[in-house]
Nanobody, 126 residues
């Protein structure tokens, strides 16, 4: 069955870096759009970035463009989120998800994802 496992979260100081991993099983990551999301306490879950099937396109939220990068390792069937220059407002539980059917990143990103992994906590604090 389809599974996604997010990992790599932790505590980091402002300005630091983390790399999150999303290990997938039951499907090939290069065949679907994969998105990263985050949910901070008291806030709705929001899309952070997305990569389309075969890396045809990417989408970044305005607040992370230039700091976060998404990539695939097809040999490991894993998607990565490299986070640099972290800020306290980046503190959240981070989730990876797969589009239900389509290869491209859905226009309404959150609602186009049909498969979700359990999140990993990222805390940015001094």
């Amino acid at each position: 069955d389809v599974q996604l496992q997010a990992s790599g979260g932790g505590l980091v100081q402002p300005g630091g870096s983390l790399r999150l991993s999303c290990a997938a099983s039951g499907f090939t990551v290069d065949d679907y759009a994969i998105g990263w999301f985050r949910q901070a306490p008291g806030k709705e879950r929001e899309g952070v970035l997305c990569i389309s099937s075969s890396a045809e396109s990417t989408w970044y939220a305005d607040g992370v463009r230039g700091r976060f990068t998404i990539s695939r390792d097809n040999a490991k069937n894993t998607v990565y989120l490299q986070m640099n220059s972290l800020k306290p407002e980046d503190t959240a539980v981070y989730y990876c998800a797969r589009a239900t059917y389509v290869r491209h990143c859905p226009l309404r990103l959150r609602y186009g994802m049909g498969y979700w992994g359990k999140g990993t906590q990222v805390t940015v604090s001094s």
